[in-house]
């Protein structure tokens, strides 16, 4: 559980996380292996925090990594083929899926380039259940996304501190496929959210990487939104009681 607060003041994304609101927000547990206790912890730390207002949900990221790469450079290709960060978001608290709540949600991926692929996804099956439809041509109208790398990019002869990532999703563009929830979400709404990190090292195959994230999957899956971390929405403000 996340207790999402209203952002203190404009929040220009830049991916340098400076504005008073990423300063009070709190960030979350570190993250973990998507698999759980099952597997060894990550090498490298990873967490985020969440801010909202009316116009945007804001989601900010740093991640620890000696060496900074990235080569992908077209939008909408799959990210997660170079180390990023990805979100996923659905407009729902699950507790009574399927019966009430949308069958879309919304996944974002990012690299190091700040080069993403986004997509709108619809479940099918009941709880549990990790099938869906796949809709890559839908994208954010609107958002923001920045980063900010914190060593030399592509540069393997170093030893980085990291990256950050600061992404603005339009609530223009969440409302549409929230099943008739409210959107800004209201005082106490709970939406589900989750971040995953792929880690691989440089030259590795596609299929050799590691998968770090907030809410523990119990498998290297994703997309079953069942076992997501709950976001629970304040109009409190970020550093105020």
């Keep these: 559980m996340y207790l999402c607060y209203r952002a203190a003041g404009p929040v220009v994304v830049d991916g340098k996380l400076s504005e008073p609101t990423w300063k009070r927000a709190p960030w979350t547990e570190l993250f973990v292996d998507i698999e759980g206790e099952k597997r060894p912890p990550p090498r490298y730390a990873t967490r985020a925090m969440m801010a909202w207002d009316e116009k945007y949900f804001y989601v900010a990221a740093e991640l620890e990594e000696p060496d900074v790469w990235g080569f992908l450079t ?115 709404d709970v939406w589900r959210v989750n971040f995953s990190r792929v880690e691989r090292e440089r030259g590795s195959a596609d299929i050799e990487c590691e998968n770090w994230v907030w809410s523990p999957q119990g498998a290297v899956e994703m997309h079953i939104p069942d076992r997501w971390g709950y976001v629970k929405f304040t109009h409190v403000v970020a550093g105020g009681r």
């Design 74 to 188: 077209e939008r909408d290709v799959m990210i997660y083929e170079d180390p990023d960060f990805e979100v996923f978001i659905w407009p729902c608290d699950g507790k009574k899926w399927p019966d009430e709540g949308t069958p879309y949600y919304y996944e974002f991926e990012i690299n190091a380039l700040n080069i993403v692929m986004d997509a709108l996804l619809k479940r099918l099956g009941g709880k549990g259940s990790n099938k869906r439809e796949f809709h890559k041509d839908w994208d954010f109208k609107g958002i923001k996304h920045a980063v900010q790398i914190f060593g030399t990019l592509n540069w393997p002869e170093d030893v980085d501190e990291g990256w950050t990532v600061e992404v603005a999703f339009p609530w223009d563009a969440l409302r549409e496929y929230a099943g008739g929830r409210r959107v800004p979400p209201g005082e106490g």
